[in-house]
């Protein structure tokens, strides 16, 4: 079976069979993988470990006729102990792991892929997403902010990165400056004019804690202990809106939000 070598992390774990499980991994150059991982299941597994959610290593992956399979896993960061440890940014963790999920389609099957693009060194959308996931779970294990600003946070960034960047500054329409109102189908905020029925009225103050969230402007974010409702609302309509689904376990971090 041919091999191909890139670094990832893990988002996702599904058991299969008695000992083996579906492993699926964000990769800078390969995009989203899915592989199964053999064996892992069992104690003596040397894979298990390295292949839990995650954990970023670097990986040695074999193309087969239908699901690719994990071959070596060598660890390179395992924040996996740090964040499990806090429910707060276990659930932010898992936030961000389904939204990408979510966000990313699936690559075509590999061996067509090697076909398409032998010497593929990654999307510039697919580097940049897997940068974005990276230093959002290295800043929820090292504890710099609020678990839930993080998720929300890499919520907007994560979606804009995938060209859905809502328009804060001024009227979508119009470009008239200090709206009220916001909308997720029109992209944006409206002016009075130009309101939708399914704007909703945003103030000044949830406007700046969105421009916030999206530029990752943590001394605006950390001044304040939480976001707005308006603010989180927003950020579940926007994503829910252009993911198509609700993100379930931003539903679970609303709770505590
Ligand atoms: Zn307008």
């Known amino acids: 079976m041919p091999l191909y070598s890139d670094e990832g992390m893990v988002l996702r774990t599904i058991d299969l069979g008695e000992a083996d499980r579906i492993v699926t991994i964000l990769t800078p150059r390969h995009g989203k ?3 199964v991982a053999r064996g892992v299941r069992r104690t003596k597994s040397r894979l298990g470990g390295r292949l839990e959610p995650f954990v970023r290593s670097n990986l040695l992956i074999a193309t087969g006729r239908s699901l690719d399979v994990v071959s070596q896993a060598t660890v390179i960061t395992a924040y996996a102990r740090s964040i499990c440890s806090d429910y707060n940014a276990y659930l932010a963790a898992s936030v961000m792991a389904e939204t990408i999920d979510k ?4 690559q075509p099957h590999a061996s067509t892929w090697h076909e398409i693009a032998p010497q593929n060194a990654g999307s510039a959308q697919d580097v940049a997403q897997y940068r ?6 290295s800043t929820l294990s090292r504890r710099l902010h609020t678990p839930c600003t993080v998720a929300y946070s890499y919520v907007m960034r994560a979606l804009a990165l995938a060209g859905w960047l809502p328009r804060l500054d001024s009227c979508v329409v119009c470009g008239e400056g200090e709206c009220r109102h916001f909308s997720s189908s029109a992209g944006g905020v409206m002016c009075d004019t130009h309101q939708l029925p ?4 945003v103030d000044a103050h949830a406007l ?3 421009g916030a969230l999206i530029d990752g402007a943590w001394d605006v974010l950390d001044a304040e202990p939480r976001l ?3 603010t989180i609302a927003i950020v579940e309509e926007w994503s829910e809106y252009y993911l198509d689904h609700p993100i379930r376990s931003l539903r679970l971090l609303h709770s505590i939000a």
């Open 198 to 201: 399914d704007s909703r009225t």
């Open 132 to 137: 974005l996931m990276l230093g959002a779970i």
């Open 208 to 210: 700046t804690q969105l």
């Open 103 to 106: 966000i990313t389609p699936e």
């Open 33 to 35: 993988v899915r592989a």
């Open 228 to 230: 707005d409702a308006t």
